[in-house]
Structures are given as structure tokens and as C-alpha cells.
């Protein structure tokens, strides 16, 4: 296998628990899962790292799958759907560099982060984080503080507004922050 297969990662998604009925096996992005399956209740993720989406286009609630099996994801994740979408994540290697800014639109206070952050209102005193620009590196951001509650994928970019992102999520802050590591690849 060359290094190039190597870096990409390969999930295989059934459409019953404990890995049963019909498959789909997948080595990028895909928005819309319904064309090759109708549900999906259980997964393998071979290589790499993805985020699974309950609903097509990358919205909804999200969820981080690194190597591993996942027989029954829906009671794990307490989700009453299923997965519709999944987005694979680029490995990354090299620093990683994000600001957190209070308010949207880049407003408020900032500051730059280029590692993880259990608790932004430890850390900053910083009760809000409600834009950010992620310059390197690929980042998973929570709601509660201690990488707990819903998260949200970013990838290199600028996010002016969290509650306008079309998440489908409704009025979002995020109150941790984690680099996605190499490590998780191996």
C-alpha cells in the first residue's frame, strides 16, 4: 500500500447494529448517504478520522468517529436519528493556530490558541465564544466546558458567526477546544 493510501482514511457504514445488513464504504466526503443507503445504524472506521452528521449536507448533530468499531453508535451517542452524511478529516501535520473571539463578527475579546483549552472562561475569562479563524490546523469545539456536549468540526477558515453557520443547531457557543492530533490516525 503506498503512503498516499495510507493517509486516507476508509469507514464502512451498515444499515443495522453490530455490522449487519448492507454496507457503504467510504473515503471522502459524501452530503447525502440516502443514494446508497436508507438508514445507517452501525459503523467501522479502518483509518483515518470523520465526522458523522445526522442529517445530509453536514448539519445537524455531529459527531467525532476515530478508529474503531461502533456497533450500535445511536445508543453511544444518544441520537434518535441515524447518519446521513460524514465528512472525512484531512491528517494534519505542523502547528495549529485558531482565535477565539467573544462576540461574531470577530468582536470582543480575542485570543489566540494553538492548543487544546478545557474551559475558555478558566483559561481567558471568557464567558462567550461566538466567532473564531482557525489559521492551521483542523479543531473540534464544544459547548460545555471539559470537551463535553455538542461539537462542531472547523477546519482552516474564517467563522464570523456560529448561530448563522446553518448548522441547524440553533444559538451556539462553544466553551472547549481540541486540536484533532495525528496520533489519532494510528
Not at 134 to 145: I, K, N
Request: glycine share 8%; proline share 2%; hydrophobic share 30%.
Amino acid at each position: 500500500m503506498s503512503t498516499t493510501d495510507m493517509s486516507m482514511g476508509k469507514i464502512i457504514f451498515y444499515e443495522d447494529r453490530n455490522f449487519q445488513g448492507r454496507s457503504y464504504e467510504c473515503s471522502s466526503d459524501c452530503a447525502d448517504m440516502s443514494s446508497y443507503m436508507s438508514r445507517c445504524h452501525s459503523c467501522r472506521v479502518e483509518r483515518g478520522c470523520f465526522m458523522v452528521y445526522d442529517r445530509t449536507n453536514y448539519m445537524g448533530n455531529q459527531y467525532f468517529m476515530r478508529r474503531g468499531e461502533y456497533a450500535d453508535y445511536m445508543s453511544m451517542f444518544g441520537w434518535s436519528d441515524c447518519i446521513r452524511s460524514c465528512r472525512m478529516i484531512p491528517m494534519h501535520r505542523g502547528s495549529y493556530r485558531m482565535r477565539i473571539y467573544e462576540r461574531e463578527n470577530f468582536g470582543g475579546q480575542m485570543y489566540e490558541m494553538m492548543d487544546d483549552c478545557d474551559n475558555i472562561m478558566d483559561r481567558y475569562r471568557m464567558s462567550n465564544c461566538m466567532s473564531c479563524h482557525v489559521m492551521d490546523g483542523h479543531w473540534l469545539m464544544y459547548e460545555q466546558p471539559h470537551y463535553r456536549g455538542r461539537m462542531m468540526y472547523m477546519r482552516p477558515g474564517e467563522y464570523r458567526s456560529f448561530s448563522n453557520m446553518g448548522m441547524g443547531m440553533g444559538h451556539m457557543r462553544f466553551m472547549s477546544m481540541r486540536r484533532i492530533m495525528d496520533s489519532y490516525y494510528h
